[in-house]
């Protein structure tokens, strides 16, 4: 979902910004970096750990919430070539699933934003597994809700950790970076796209998906 559906990036360092500052610590986007792609509750154990933060992660998690809510109430757009992938995929009756690190709220919160919640048949979030990303778990569910053969799954995705997932998944996962995540190393992806707009679905959808490993 971030990165992919929406370019929120941004709008989760400015989060942790936010709640970073009101305790006299500086948060940069190299400093953000390391996380990208992981759950919240990971990242802010681990951020109160390194910072000795005496609030608990689950406190910080609903702070971090409330800001990222109010963001993406009046920041969220679509990205580029998002909604005719969307129309495409439906008009050739492809299950669709979102399989995210974000919580179930923050993702019900985006679709209802953008208006495509109905294009998707579940939505996956990384709270409702044990194992984040880059552990397959949150597309092994997806896969499961969607009663699809994670071999006949096509994942799109924008972080190493989240490729590293949807590989270890058995999926065929095409990389499209964004602009937070463009320095990272996207190499075991099965395909690499600039923009969701470079995405040929047919000619995907015509190739098989299994993967040979």
């Not at 065929?172 to 190393?185: F, G, L, S």
Request: hydrophobic share 40%; proline share 5%; glycine share 6%.
């Amino acid at each position: 979902m971030d990165g992919v559906l929406i370019d929120s990036e941004p709008m989760h360092l400015r989060s942790y910004q936010e709640i970073l500052s009101g305790h006299g610590i500086a948060y940069s986007e190299k400093d953000n970096r390391e996380f990208l792609g992981r759950k919240d509750i990971v990242i802010l154990d681990m951020l109160k750990q390194r910072h000795n933060l005496e609030r608990s992660a689950d406190d910080l998690l609903a702070e971090k919430e409330a800001i990222l809510a109010r963001l993406l109430k009046h920041d969220s757009v679509p990205r580029p070539g998002l909604m005719s992938v969307l129309e495409e995929a439906h008009s050739h009756a492809v299950p669709m699933a979102v399989a995210s690190s974000a919580t179930l709220p923050t993702i019900e919160l985006v679709v209802d934003t953008l208006g495509i919640r109905s294009y998707f048949q579940a939505l996956t979030s990384g709270d409702e597994v044990t194992h984040g990303k880059p552990a397959p778990d949150v597309y092994l569910l997806a896969a499961r809700r969607l009663g699809v053969d994670p071999l006949l799954c096509m994942a799109i995705e924008d972080t190493a950790a989240g490729i590293a997932a949807a590989k270890a998944a058995g999926m065929y996962c095409v990389a499209i970076p964004c602009e937070a995540t463009r320095h990272q190393d996207h190499g075991e992806a099965d395909l690499r796209l600039e923009s969701l707009e470079e995405l040929d679905l047919k000619a995907l959808l015509d190739l098989p998906l299994e993967t040979s490993d």
